[in-house]
């Protein structure tokens, strides 16, 4: 699982270091390479094992839903393979463009997945969850979290 937040510094050719503790991650599934993708105001990198599940949902849903076909345009389409090397993965720049990725990140572990944002979107959306945490804590405890 990827646990746990980080800083980072992208280079000028846009290559991201990869914390030792996800790399150890992708080592026990074996995996030297992440699928990486738009979402919302970050990036979202998956496993190949974990983004071959998502792909396999996807292609099971409708055709005729539009909601379906916003998500398939949008997330499933961003999808990029990123090969780990040297322990670093290039974001393709479409992808640092949407994410507003300028120099600093941030990486943070979300399980299954790991986010990638831009240093002050980070700051601004970090800053939100904490205010918006008793809440949803509140939530989470009612489904028995």
């Given at each position: 699982m990827f646990?746990?937040?980080?800083?980072?510094?992208?280079?000028?050719?846009?290559?991201?270091?990869i914390p030792a503790r996800f790399k150890e991650t992708l080592k026990l599934k074996e995996e030297s390479c992440l699928v990486v993708t738009n979402y919302l105001k970050c990036l979202w990198a998956f496993s190949k094992e974990?983004?071959?599940?998502?792909e396999e949902k996807a292609a099971s849903l409708s055709l005729m839903n539009n909601a379906v076909n916003t998500y398939r345009r949008y997330f499933i389409?961003?999808?990029q393979e990123c090969p780990v090397k040297q322990g670093r993965i290039l974001i393709p720049p479409d992808l640092r463009e949407?994410?507003?990725?300028?120099?600093?990140?941030v990486l943070v572990g979300e399980l299954k997945l790991f986010e990638i944002w831009d240093q002050e979107r980070w700051e601004g959306e970090f800053q939100k969850a904490m205010e918006?945490?008793?809440e949803a804590s509140q939530s989470l405890s009612e489904l028995g979290i």
């Open positions: 646990r746990g937040r980080s800083k980072h510094t992208l280079d000028e050719k846009g290559r991201l270091a974990e983004w071959t599940i998502i389409s961003g999808a949407i994410a507003g990725l300028k120099k600093e990140v918006n945490f008793p």
